[in-house]
Structure formats: structure tokens, C-alpha cells
DNA sequence: AATGAATGAGGTTTCATTCAT
DNA sequence: CATGAATGAAACCTCATTCAT
């Protein structure tokens, strides 16, 4: 189907991209065969390497994807005003997203991918959204203790540093358990934690 | 009447062991073949047939050994009184242990372990691990209730199943940013946090 | 009435051919892929299966002018007279023309052409081919013998056949080792063996 | 069959040649498909991996076998006294031995792997082997002129460097054309051609 | 006539596991 | 017990050809 519209072959990236996210999400990585993918975007295997160079490439825009969709929620948070108030945004859209299962794939993937290339020297790649993600939150903690919401005594890098670590952990619990009820929960605490650490 | 000393085995069902937690660190688990397993352990093929099912088999004993290891601190908790002292020495413990390759390795292993069977059911496996480690909080945090050292108000359950996995997200960072210096920062503010929380 | 002139279609055919020739002498037959020749002829693939058959057909098609541009010196020959003028004619036309990288290209592509259809049946094609080789040489020494300006015992037949493969080396020797310089000094020394055996 | 013999072992890698050579002389480098060489070796796929790295070195060696075959008659020569004598005994190998199918083998791969290296930058494998045929011939031609057998003008090292390509013209045109007795014939031609050259 | 996306057979290579020695 | 050659299924990827647009 030559001289097709790029509407149409976006749809069809997309629809080996969604393939791929689940089924990575649901055999892994390597246990997934492109075979695999091509059968569940409904493609042939050739069609695939149109699209994209490798079965690795899905791999790292998927989780390019999924890296982006997470800082969707900074424009969120400009119009508040106020540091507990954009912290408690940040926790309410936490607790509120993760409900459908394509969310739940990207987790999935994501961790995969990290592990994988953790080996290997990508290092630069973690760090630099190591720092990405700290400088997001660092602006946040900065302003709370300037305009004295928070503590004075935050120690503002360290924390904003700490604060994503701690959170991958409880999605990785997620992704362990699956439990939709004790993820909240944790997400509940968490926060809690987190508001009694910066509160005076 | 075996031809080898048991000791002798043992000490050959270890060294297998030990070269593939190496490997896997290294180079992951799907990446690392059988061979490469012999090579390091300095045996052949064949042999690791004998003293293992499957390189699968492999994976799920060391991730075995690892969680085990955690629980070796338990014993020296014990010897102490105070349940504030008992956190204390849990961060301590922390702190001060992971500087060996190996135990490095271990936890490269260990997250590569969880991912890959957290496709299909092993529910359960997660679940008791959880549990266990849950418990073993519990006890704590509990005594320093009753005792009046933390806060009335501290949410004993919930507190005791989120530790856990805020923990590994630490040493989830740690494995992708591999700086011996920010592990320890992020445990020292963690350690913070959690004191804060617990405290009056 | 067709869409488009004679002209046009024939320059297409043409720049297909060139691109191929280029290709094929750059990269071999089988390295070269459609979607090469598609680019390098400034076309898309489906064009090139408008104008050609196959693959296949252009690397036929390609050694087919090659042959026929060896007999374009025919005619400069018939207009010299006497034989060992002609043989002189010959070398000089050796040595002088090899210059461009097309011819240089197609010699390459020839080569490959004549091991790789010299699997399978074609025995005809290199007889005939061969035979009027062999004939266009006879010719001349022929006129030589009988004029006396060769010597009586030249084996007209055996030497106008053994000409060519002679002079194959020495162009297969070119595509190897790719030195002018070297090529024209073999072709000196060539020429002057020639001389010897042919002149009393 | 572990713990085989080394005899067992170089036997096998053999067998294995054997069949890479014959299936490549019979349908060429590209049509040949490692399951084809498998078949006929009458072993498994996997196991031609063992003892070789890829279908590529197997091309490689059995080219350089084939150049090592080349040399077998330098110690015959050294016996011989006289350099019109070893010329002789030259043509004389080159007369007699072609006639075993396995032979015809090694030149139809021999010439499929020089176009086939003659892409890429191999220039050096090529000239190396040249010089080495070169020097090979020139001490015998040397020889003839410094005791007077052959001409004084005789161009040593042109002549010695023209010789091989010739010879590979009429070994090439073997491959091509499959008469025993043409290439026989040509040989004589070639002969003569020589010593008139080379004789006084 | 022109395009280039689609196809799927087929290529090379890898590797966990077995088993004869 | 120890070995490592043998196996063959399966993986990823390529590409000549077709055909809807």
C-alpha cells in the first residue's frame, strides 16, 4: 500500500509500538519474539523492520515514551500556586492514573529496561534523567522553603534526589504484586511520609 | 560409596554458584550462556548439569541465598533493646555492608530475578518474600509503639510493607548510577525520614 | 499513445543499467540490493520491475554490452592494413583506453557475471562467445601467415584461442590489485610475447 | 562424542572443507547455504560452528589452501638443475595434475573468492600473494639468464610478475569452458610462447 | 507509469541440553 | 564423575518481488 497517507503509517507505528509494549509487558524482552509482535499488531515480521531498525529499538522508545508522559504533569503543575499544594497535585496524580492496563505494560517495560541496560556503559542515559527528574522537583522543594511553607532545614538537594528512587520502589512493588488497593496505600503513606519530613 | 568426598561437591556446587552470580551480574542473565558459567567456574558444561537442573535453576537458588542473607541481621537485632536502637542498627547494617563486588552483584541478580519472573504466576513467591520482610519490621515498629519511643499514631502495618520497597528503590538507584557516595547520602535521608515518621 | 516518449523511457532503462553496473562493481551482485539500484538510478524499486525482469536480468544485460564494446575495435582494424599493424592496433587500444571508471566497473561486473553463471548449464553461452573471440583474431593471423609477415609454423587456430584467456588475466589481475601503472607494463610485456612467437 | 581424539577431530574439520568446497564449486559462495555444507558433511548445522567461526572462514581457508598447493612444486624444482629444465617440470605439474574432480573444486572457489574479496580493502592479501608467486619464479628465470640459458634482455621481474596472471587466464577459462583438452592444448601454446620468449 | 509498503521464505548464527566416551 | 562434541529448534534480520494506490 505505497504513497499511503502519514496518518496511516503513523497509525501503524503506533500500533507495533502498543504490540510491542505488551508484549514485552506480558513474556519480557527476550522471551518476546518479533514473530510475537508482528502477530499482535496484526503485521508481518518485514513490515516491522520498515518501521523501526530493531526489536531493541521498540525496546528504547518505549521507554523513551514512558519517561516523557511523566513530565506531562509539570505544565499541571505551574498553574498552582503554592509547594504543598503542587506536592499534594503531584501524589493526587499518582494515585489517580494508574488504572488501565497500557500503564501498567509501560511500568513493566521500563523496569525491564533499565535492568537490561544496566549492563553495558549507558550510564550517561540514567544520569541524565537522574537529573532531569531531581531538577523537576528540586524548583518545587526550593520554592517551599523560600516562601516558608517548608522547613528550613530540607536539605532540598538531597531530598529532591531521594524522592524519585523511593518512588520507583513502590511501583516496582507494583509491579511485583499487583495489587492496585496496596499501591494506593503505599502511595498514601509515602506521602504522608513526605509532607511530615518537609512541613514545620 | 561416592567416588568424591561430600565436601568436595559442595564446595563445586558453590563455586558454580558464586561464577554464575558473577556472570549474570555482568552480563545479565539472558545474555550469559552456560558456557560462560563453566569458563568462570572452571569446569565444563557437562558438570553444571550435574549439580543443576537448568541454568534457570541457577537464577532461582542465588536469588534464594540473597533473600536469606538479609534476614542473617535479625539475630543481631535481637541482642538490642529499644526500638529506636534497633532502626538505627538496621540503617547502620545498611550502610556499612555493601561494599563487596559481591554483594553488588547479588543485587544486580536479584532485580534481574524479580523482573523476569514477574511474568507468569509466582505470585505467591512475591507475596511470602513480602510478608516475611513485613513481619520482621512489624515487630519493631510495634515494640516502639507499646514502648511510647514512636509516635501513638504511627500506622504500624502500613509502615512495615512500604519500608520494604522504598528500601529497594534505593538500591535500585544504586545499581543504575553505581555511585557508592549517593547510595549512602539517599540512605542517611531515608534513615531521616523514617526517624521523623516514627518519632514524636 | 503512451504517456511518455520513447526517449524518456529508453534514458530510464539506461540510467538503470549504469546504476547497476556501478553497483554491482562496487558491492558484487549479491551485496547489491534493489533498493541500491533504486537509489543510486535516482528511481524507486517498482520501476525497476517495469523496465527489467528481475535482479538477475540487468546482470545479463550488463555483460551482454560488455562483450559487444570488445568488437567496436573491429571495425577501427579493417581500416589498417597489414597484420602485425592490426596487432599493434589491438594492444594499443588495450593501453590506451582503460582509463574511465565505467569500463573499470564493468570488467569487475563480468568477472562475477561469468563465476556465477558458470554454475549451471550455460556451457553455450561462454562457447559461443568464445568462438567469436576466437574468429576475430583468426582473421588476422590468418592474413599475417599468408602474407609473410608471420612465420609459416604459427598455430593459427591455437593461438587465436589461447589470445583471450591470456589477455583475461591480465585484466583480472587489474580488478585484484587495481594498479595502472602495473596493468600497462603487463600489457607491454604481453604484447611483446606476442610479437616473438608471431614474427620470424 | 566428547573427549574425542585429536585425529578424530582433524578428520571431521576435513570432512567438513570437503563438503564446504564441493558445495561451493557446485552451486557458489552465495547459493550455498551452511545447511547445504551441514548435509553434506553429514553433520548438524550447530556443529560446523564448532569448528569454525562462520561460513566466511571456511571460504577463507580453503582459498588459502588452495595458494599453499601452489607451492607443493617449489621442492620438486629445487632438485632439478637447469632453468629451462624447471620451466619445463613447470608446465609439466600444471600438465599432469588437473585432473581429479576435488581440484576443479579448489580453482572454481579460488576465483568466486577473489571477486568476492575483491570489494573491501583486501589489497594487501592480494598483493602478498602476487610478490610471493613473483620471487618464486624470478629466482628461476634469474638463474637462466645468469648462466646464459636464457636471453640477456629477458625483463626478469616484469616477465616473473606477467607469468601468473596469463596462467590464471587459462585456468579460468577451464572453469568456463570444462574441456580438459582445450586447457591442454592452451598450456602447450602457453609453453612455446614462454620459451620463446625466454630461450635465445 | 510510478511508488514504496507489504510480504514471508530463507539466511546465518546461537545455545541449552544431552549423552557417548 | 567429568567432559565437550553434537544437536536442532528458534532467534533476528534481509530482500526480491508484488501490487494497491
Same mark, same amino acid.
Given at each position: ?27 519480557? =524482552?527476550?522471551?518476546?519474539? #518479533? /514473530?510475537?509482535i508482528?502477530k ?8 516491522? =523492520?520498515i ?18 508522559? =511523566?513530565?506531562? *504533569?509539570?505544565? +499541571?503543575?505551574?498553574?498552582? /500556586? ?9 501524589f493526587?496524580y ?7 492496563e497500557?500503564?501498567?505494560? +509501560? *511500568? ?6 533499565? *535492568? ?7 550510564q ?16 518545587? *522543594?526550593e520554592e ?26 513502590? #511501583?516496582?512493588h507494583?509491579l ?13 503513606? =509515602?506521602? +504522608? ?7 514545620p
Amino acid at each position: 500500500m505505497p504513497r499511503v497517507s502519514e496518518k496511516y503509517k503513523e497509525e501503524k507505528r503506533q500500533a507495533i509500538l502498543d504490540a510491542a509494549a505488551q508484549c514485552f509487558a506480558e513474556k519480557g =524482552y527476550n522471551e518476546t519474539t #518479533v /514473530d510475537d509482535i508482528a502477530k499482535a499488531s496484526g503485521t508481518s515480521k518485514g513490515s516491522i =523492520y520498515i518501521y523501526f531498525k530493531s526489536k531493541e529499538e521498540l525496546f528504547h522508545l518505549l521507554n523513551e515514551k514512558r519517561t516523557e508522559k =511523566y513530565f506531562e *504533569i509539570k505544565d +499541571q503543575l505551574k498553574q498552582l /500556586d503554592g509547594a504543598t499544594k503542587k506536592v499534594n497535585h503531584l501524589f493526587q496524580y499518582f494515585l489517580s492514573g494508574k488504572t488501565d492496563e497500557e500503564d501498567f505494560n +509501560q *511500568i513493566a517495560v521500563q523496569f525491564e529496561f533499565w *535492568i537490561y541496560i544496566s549492563k553495558g556503559d549507558h550510564q550517561k542515559l540514567f544520569d541524565e534523567r537522574a537529573e532531569r527528574f531531581t531538577r523537576f522537583l528540586e524548583e518545587i *522543594i526550593e520554592e517551599g522553603v523560600e516562601t516558608g511553607e517548608f522547613r528550613e532545614d530540607v536539605q532540598v538537594s538531597e531530598f529532591s534526589r531521594l524522592f524519585w528512587p523511593l518512588l520507583d520502589g513502590i #511501583v516496582l512493588h507494583l509491579l511485583f504484586h499487583k495489587s492496585e488497593e496496596s499501591h494506593k496505600s503505599m502511595l498514601q503513606l =509515602y506521602h +504522608q511520609m513526605v509532607l511530615r519530613y518537609l512541613l514545620p
